[in-house]
């Protein structure tokens, strides 16, 4: 943006983006841009005629996630991309959860940049990739100056074994790929299964239809998510992202698609990958159902609602 801020001084995303996109977007604020932040549907997608409406002659960016890290929805980059390119305005994306998970052509989706992230494909911690498209140019201002590496835009010597790592871990995941998304298919609808059977009152957050299928974010009513965290400490779960887990706020992500707070504060994020087999879904679903069934017994709420006592009617008196 700063690269062509005398013309540009506009960015449209949505209020679902990951922390580091959402921070970016601030500090372009405070430098004089303007951002807006485009609401979601209640599934978790944006509405892409909001989307064009959004966008200005002044506007230099639109940025949105392709696969949403806490409630894996998959946005519909194509159509994104093809109003961006209609509008003459550069299409990035966030695809560090997409990679090496669903298809992306860079061409077809009109994508003229893209961060990437080698540990979210297995690859090792510390390096990630921008696509930026040559035709037609997009220019960016250097990260940081010195040697000039990296085109110019990020100098410092280039970590060889991470690039390497990278490489290798993109190697797998294309050849992968297939066969881990249908065995994902197949995982999540067993822990679905098995949780929904012998556990009510769940909601699945964000669509299931476009979703990619080794995420699955639950909201367990009458239970208090950090609560239900601690009972499942053998299983590596979340409430919220793993990035803002150490807050006690609810989601953002979650109240962005309408959840009332009390819904969002129950919420779990179950992960689904390569490594993960049915003993451990299993064990997940056991801990789970056992733990859920355990803090409801301890929940008056959860009896008055069973009585068919209307909670949102109480008014609930102040100590």
Not at 13 to 20: A, D, G, M, P
Not at 89 to 109: C, E, R, S, W, Y
Request: proline share 4%; with cysteine; glycine share 10%.
């Amino acid at each position: 943006m700063r690269f062509y801020r005398d013309r540009r001084r506009h960015v449209i995303t949505t209020q679902t983006e990951h922390k580091c996109v959402l921070d970016s977007c601030r500090y372009l604020q405070q430098e004089g841009f303007e951002v807006t932040y485009l609401p979601v549907r209640p599934d978790g997608l944006v509405d892409v005629a909001q989307l064009a409406d959004a966008i200005r002659p002044d506007t230099g960016l639109v940025s949105v996630m392709a696969v949403n890290n806490e409630i894996g929805v998959v946005q519909p980059l194509e159509e994104i991309g093809r109003i961006c390119r209609e509008k003459g305005v550069p299409f990035h994306t966030d695809a560090a959860q997409a990679l090496g998970k669903i298809p992306i052509d860079v061409n077809q989706m009109g994508i003229g940049l893209m961060s990437l992230s080698a540990h979210k494909i297995y690859g090792p911690k510390g390096v990630g990739a921008l696509y930026l498209r040559r035709r037609p140019r997009i220019r960016v201002e250097p990260q940081m100056s010195g040697g000039g590496q990296e085109r110019g835009i990020r100098s410092g010597t280039v970590p060889t074994p991470l690039v390497v790592g990278f490489g290798a871990a993109c190697e797998i995941a294309a050849k992968e790929m297939d066969y881990d998304h249908r065995r994902a298919v197949v995982l999540q609808q067993r822990l679905l299964d098995g949780i929904r059977g012998q556990v009510d009152d769940i909601v699945i957050n964000g669509s299931m239809e476009h979703r990619y299928p080794g995420n699955l974010n639950l909201s367990f009513a009458y239970v208090e998510g950090e609560s239900l965290l601690m009972g499942l400490k053998e299983v590596a779960v979340s409430s919220g992202s793993a990035c803002t887990s150490a807050s006690l706020e609810p989601s953002y992500v979650l109240r962005a698609l309408g959840v009332e707070e009390d819904m969002a504060h129950t919420s779990i994020r179950f992960g689904i990958g390569r490594f993960t087999t049915e003993e451990e879904v299993d064990r997940a679903i056991e801990l789970t159902v056992h733990q859920v069934k355990k803090l409801r017994d301890m929940s008056p709420l959860y009896e008055m609602a069973k009585a068919g006592i209307d909670l949102k009617s109480i008014e609930w008196a102040q100590h």
